[in-house]
């Protein structure tokens, strides 16, 4: 029904900055909470940031501060600024959402991840 798809990974050195993208699309309604999950190899998953539709925000202590949140609603994209990354920034990231289909709603949605790779 609906797919999301990360970008904007990479390979960066610490102190730089990357910003990762997510779009979602297929027959989507309207998507509201939006959210970013990373996780390192071996560890569990662990929740980075949560934007709602309106705008409001939360971000983990970890990365308060450095990464930020938003969204474009009209584009179905949500996007993670990452700024001072550090070599514990790296892992895969992944967008999640609850999205209101024609037909269903799917909360948590996932999609499939982007690396990130910070070096000192």
């Known amino acids: 029904q609906v797919q999301l798809v990360e970008s904007g990974g990479g390979l960066v050195q610490a102190g730089e900055s990357l910003r990762l993208s997510c779009v979602a699309s297929?027959?989507?309604?309207?998507?509201?909470?939006r959210r970013w999950y990373r996780q390192a190899p071996g560890k569990q998953r662990e929740w980075v940031a949560t934007i709602t539709r309106g705008g409001d925000t939360n971000d983990a202590v970890s990365v308060k501060g450095r990464f930020a949140i938003s969204r474009d609603n009209a584009k179905n994209t949500v996007y993670l600024q990452m700024n001072s990354l550090k070599r514990e920034d790296t892992g895969v990231y992944f967008c999640?959402?609850?999205?209101?289909?024609?037909?269903?709603?799917?909360?948590?949605?996932w999609g499939q991840g982007t690396q990130v790779t910070v070096s000192s």
């Open positions: 999640n959402a609850d999205i209101m289909t024609t037909s269903i709603y799917e909360p948590y949605h």
């Open positions: 297929g027959s989507i309604v309207s998507v509201n909470a």
